[in-house]
Structures are given as structure tokens and as C-alpha cells.
């Protein structure tokens, strides 16, 4: 069983399941926010790690305890086993509104649509049975309809792609200059521009953040390592930064 507490108080708890993903998938982290015995699912994955994820969630919450599903953007490693986690608990889905329509193509049962809830571009507030959740913009990054999680109660980010690395031998950052070789790659292909890392920074350095807490790889924790992955994105050029007429030439 999986599934490693990384914030618990009296009524509050989060847990990262981290082990789950098959080996040839990119590794996923799925992430449970429960407050006085209610969840939110964050980023539940796809049709590999349901079964497995909802006997570990289980251990945690009961199922019909979990009210809402968190959808970062639409991407399968997210979205791909919703209608599953739609027939087997009551909880109502959140997307971005851009997304809406695609999510049929996934699979999703005509019955089930109206529980899945489009979110506005400039996000929204969300009480989880007295918590109040942030949902932050974070659009082109990477997804043009993205959106983030900052739970006000355990003052965790939930970065979704941003701050994600691959194949780091560790699930918490030590040293943050040895860390960018495993994000500077993805960050520069996935993530669209620095003008919304920059947007993004100014946003989120009015939070008060104790742990980041991105879909794929390392948790940064600590203020000192979050202050330090806000710096290094918004100085980072990527995406339409990079793009220039070797690659865009005729193949
Ligand atoms: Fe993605």
C-alpha cells in the first residue's frame, strides 16, 4: 500500500501517493486533501493506477467521503480514469472550462457531465467542509486552461507540472542547484513563455507557501527551497522563448 502523510494536523491531512505509475508512464504523483473527514482529490492519474489508488485512498477516507476531483488541465495522465472515479464516489469534478468539452472524448458517460464544474480563467475558491482551497490560474503552464491548488490550511502549493522533475533518485529536494538538472528539460519544452512564469511568480509570492507540491517528481519543502524554484522560474526562458527558425524549418 502507498501512500506517505506529508502534512497532518487535527482536522487536516495530505497524502502523496507516488509509487504507482507503471514503469514506462512518466511518473505521477497523486495528492489527498481531507478536512474534517472530507477529501479532495488532486490529479487522480489514468486508467493504470485507479484500482489501486482507490484501495489506498480508501485506507485514508472512505470513498464516499471524497467531494471533490481536481483536474489541473487535461491532460491523460490526469484526466484519463475520471469516469471511473465519477461511478464509484459522489464527488464533483473541477476543469478548466476550455476543457469541458473534450473530456467526453475520455470516456466520460453522458450522465455523469453535469458533475464535472468548469472553472473560469481567473480561477475560484473552494470550501472543503471549512478549509478554503485557492484556484489559482497557472494557464500555459503548461496547458492554456491550468490551474493550481494552494491549500490554505497545510499551506501547500500544488504546482501541477510546474516544478516538476523526472528520473530524481529522491521524492524531496535537498539541494536546489543539484535539482535543476532533473526540471530544466520539461521546463523548457512544456512550459509556453517567461512572460507567464513572471505573471505566475508575482502571484503566488503573495501566498504563504511551506511546501510546493508539483504533479510529477520532488516535493520542494521548506520556504527557502519554494522562494528559490519562484526565482528560477520566472528568470527562466522557455517554450515560445526558444523557438526560432532551425526548428521551425521545413523537415
Ligand atoms: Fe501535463
Known amino acids: 500500500m502507498s501512500g506517505q502523510v506529508i502534512f497532518e494536523s487535527e482536522n487536516h491531512k495530505v497524502v502523496l501517493f507516488e509509487e504507482l505509475t507503471p514503469a514506462s508512464a512518466v511518473q505521477a504523483n497523486q495528492y489527498l486533501i481531507i478536512h474534517n473527514g472530507e477529501g479532495m482529490l488532486l ?21 464516499n467521503k471524497l467531494r471533490y476531483i481536481f483536474l489541473s488541465h487535461q491532460d491523460p495522465d490526469i484526466v484519463a480514469a ?3 472515479w465519477l461511478l464509484t464516489t459522489n464527488a464533483e469534478a473541477y476543469i478548466s472550462k476550455l476543457w469541458l468539452r473534450f473530456l467526453p472524448h475520455f470516456g466520460l458517460e453522458k450522465n455523469f457531465e453535469e458533475r464535472v464544474k468548469p472553472i473560469e480563467d481567473k480561477g475560484t475558491r473552494l470550501d472543503l467542509n471549512g478549509c478554503e482551497l485557492l484556484i489559482l490560474p497557472a494557464h500555459f503552464l503548461h496547458s492554456p486552461g491550468n490551474f493550481q491548488v494552494y491549500d490554505t490550511c497545510s499551506k501547500i502549493l500544488f504546482s501541477g507540472d510546474l516544478g516538476a522533475s523526472l528520473n530524481q533518485p ?3 529536494v535537498e539541494n536546489f542547484e543539484e535539482h535543476i538538472k532533473y526540471m530544466e528539460g520539461f521546463h523548457k519544452r512544456y512550459m509556453a513563455s517567461n512572460k507567464v512564469l513572471k505573471l505566475w511568480a508575482n502571484m503566488v509570492r ?3 507557501i511551506e511546501i510546493m507540491a508539483p504533479q510529477h517528481g520532488a516535493i520542494f519543502k521548506g520556504k527557502e ?3 528559490k524554484f519562484i526565482e528560477w522560474a520566472e528568470n527562466l526562458k522557455c517554450g515560445v522563448d526558444l523557438m526560432n527558425e532551425d526548428i521551425y524549418s521545413i523537415p
Open 43 to 63: 490529479d487522480p492519474g489514468g486508467h493504470k493506477v485507479f484500482s489501486q489508488l482507490k484501495r489506498d485512498i480508501s485506507a485514508h477516507l472512505p470513498p
Open 82 to 84: 475520471l469516469n471511473g
Open 170 to 172: 529522491y521524492f524531496f
Open 206 to 208: 503573495k501566498l504563504d
Open 225 to 227: 527551497l519554494v522562494n
